[in-house]
C-alpha cells in the first residue's frame, strides 16, 4: 500500500482567538464522525476542549489551513518534563490528505523547544490508522486507558481533614501552594508540573484544584473541571490530573483525596465524576517484618531523607540490550546495619547492592518492567523506607528484524 504523503499545500500556523469556533466545531465534527454520532456536533455537549486549553497556552496550539480555510488543529501540553498532545483533528473531508502529518513535524519542534524529555498521547487502541500515523512520529503503544465514573453519592456533605480548594488560598499564598503541587508531581516523575493546568482551572472558572494536606505539608492534589464550558460540561466533575506524595501512608491519603473530589463534586452539583486511568505497575508491598525481639530498638523515622530509585528513570527506554544499570538515591547514604532489598515486576531479585547503591541488573528480558527497592534494617529486619516504582522499558531485536534480513 502505497505510503500517505503529507501535503505541501497545507499552511500550519499558530491558532488565533478567531479560530476558536471553527476550531471546535471541528473537532466535534471529527470524534463524532469517527465514533458514528448520529449528531456529531453534539460530541461535546456543553463542554468545550478547545477556548480552555488555548487560553492556558495559545503557544502550544496549531492550526492547519488550507486556502485560507480552517481545517485541522493540534493542542500542546507543556507539563515540564513531560508534554503531551491532543486533540488532534481534522476536518473530516480533509481526511487521509496528510493533514495530521503536517501538524505533527512543528508539534515535535515545539517539545524540542521546550527540552521535554517524555511525550505521549491517547488514541483509539483498535484504529490501525491512527496508530501507524504516530508511529511516524516515533510513539508506541503502551497502557490501556480506563475511562472510569461513578455517580455522586447521595449522603450529607461530610468534611475532610486537611483538605482545601485551591480557590480558598489567598493571592499572596497561591505561589507557595503550586511550588507544592511541583513537589508532589516531581517525586513522582522528575520534572513534572501541572501549575499551569491549576492556575488555568483558577483563572477561567473550569472548577477546582483540591488539596489535601498533612502535618503541614501538600500531600495530595487533583485538578478537577466542573461545568458549561469546562472539559467536564454540565452535571459532571471531570478529574483532569491528580497526585499523591509517594511513601508510606499515600493510600490513606489518596483515600482522603477521593473523599475531597467527591466532596467538591456534590458542592459543584455534579451527578458523577469521571477520571482516565491508565494501567501502571504499583510499588510491591514492603515485605513483612518479623516480630520484634524483647529489649530491641526500633529505629528513629525519618532516617533517610531522600528514598528513590534514580536509575533507571522513569520510562526509559534501553535498546539491544539484556542488562540495565540501576541506583538507588539515599539521603544520607546507606547507613551501617542497612542494607538495600530490590523488587524487579513484584518479585525479589538478587541484586547485589553496594553501599554506594549503584548496581546492574541482569537477563532483563524483553517488555516493559516495574523496579522498586526496600532498605531494610539487617539487626531487627524492620523496613526503613521503600522507594516509588519505576517503569522501564527494554527493546530487543527480533527474528523478523529488517538489520537480520
Known amino acids: 500500500m502505497a505510503m500517505m504523503q503529507a501535503r505541501s499545500d497545507i499552511l500550519v500556523r499558530p491558532l488565533v482567538e478567531s479560530d476558536l469556533g471553527d476550531a471546535a466545531r471541528i473537532l466535534c465534527v471529527a470524534f463524532g464522525t469517527f465514533l458514528g454520532l448520529a449528531d456529531p456536533q453534539r460530541f461535546l455537549g456543553d463542554a468545550d476542549m478547545v477556548r480552555s486549553r488555548w487560553r492556558a497556552q495559545p503557544s502550544g496550539v496549531l492550526a492547519a489551513e488550507h486556502n485560507g480555510k480552517l481545517v485541522g488543529s493540534n493542542f500542546i501540553a507543556n507539563w515540564g518534563s513531560f508534554g503531551f498532545f491532543g486533540p488532534l483533528t481534522t476536518e473530516p473531508e480533509y481526511w487521509n490528505r496528510g493533514v495530521a502529518q503536517r501538524l505533527l ?22 484504529s490501525p490508522k491512527h496508530l501507524a500515523l504516530y508511529q511516524k512520529f516515533g510513539f508506541w503503544p503502551r497502557d490501556l486507558v480506563a ?53 488555568a482551572i483558577a483563572e477561567q472558572g473550569l472548577g477546582d484544584t483540591i488539596l489535601v494536606w498533612k502535618d503541614q505539608r501538600l500531600a495530595a492534589f487533583a485538578a478537577c473541571h466542573t461545568g458549561a464550558g469546562s472539559e467536564a460540561g454540565s452535571g459532571v466533575c471531570y478529574v483532569k490530573f491528580a497526585a499523591v506524595r509517594p511513601g508510606p501512608r499515600a493510600s490513606e491519603d489518596f483515600v482522603r483525596l477521593l473523599a475531597g473530589v467527591e466532596t467538591f463534586a456534590r458542592t459543584a452539583g455534579a451527578q458523577k465524576i469521571t477520571v482516565q486511568a491508565a494501567q501502571t505497575y504499583s510499588t510491591p508491598a514492603a515485605p513483612r517484618a518479623p516480630a ?21 528513570t522513569n520510562d526509559e527506554v534501553f535498546m539491544n540490550t539484556s542488562t540495565v544499570p540501576a541506583s538507588v538515591h539515599l539521603e544520607p547514604g546507606v547507613r551501617p546495619g542497612d542494607r538495600i532489598a530490590v523488587s524487579l515486576d513484584g518479585a525479589a531479585i538478587p541484586a547485589n547492592v553496594p553501599s554506594d547503591s549503584e548496581f546492574t541488573l541482569t537477563a532483563v528480558v524483553r517488555g516493559t518492567h516495574a523496579l522498586s527497592a526496600t532498605v531494610i534494617e539487617e539487626a531487627t529486619g ?24
Open 105 to 126: 513535524v512543528p508539534t515535535m519542534e515545539i517539545f524540542k523547544r521546550w527540552g521535554t524529555r517524555h511525550m505521549g498521547l491517547y488514541t483509539f487502541a483498535d
Open 382 to 405: 524492620n523496613v526503613i523506607c521503600q522507594t516509588p516504582s519505576v517503569t522501564f522499558h527494554v527493546h530487543q531485536p527480533t527474528l523478523l528484524s529488517p538489520a537480520r534480513q
Open 292 to 312: 520484634q525481639r524483647p529489649g530491641a530498638v526500633l529505629p528513629p523515622r525519618g532516617v533517610y531523607s531522600a528514598c528513590t530509585i534514580s536509575r533507571p
Open 147 to 199: 475511562l472510569m465514573a461513578k455517580p455522586v453519592g447521595e449522603r450529607p456533605d461530610t468534611s475532610v481533614p486537611d483538605t482545601v480548594p485551591f480557590s480558598a488560598v489567598s493571592p499572596e499564598a497561591r505561589p507557595g501552594v503550586l511550588a507544592a503541587c511541583r513537589e508532589v508531581t516531581d517525586a513522582n516523575f522528575r520534572g513534572l508540573d501541572v501549575g499551569i493546568e491549576v492556575r
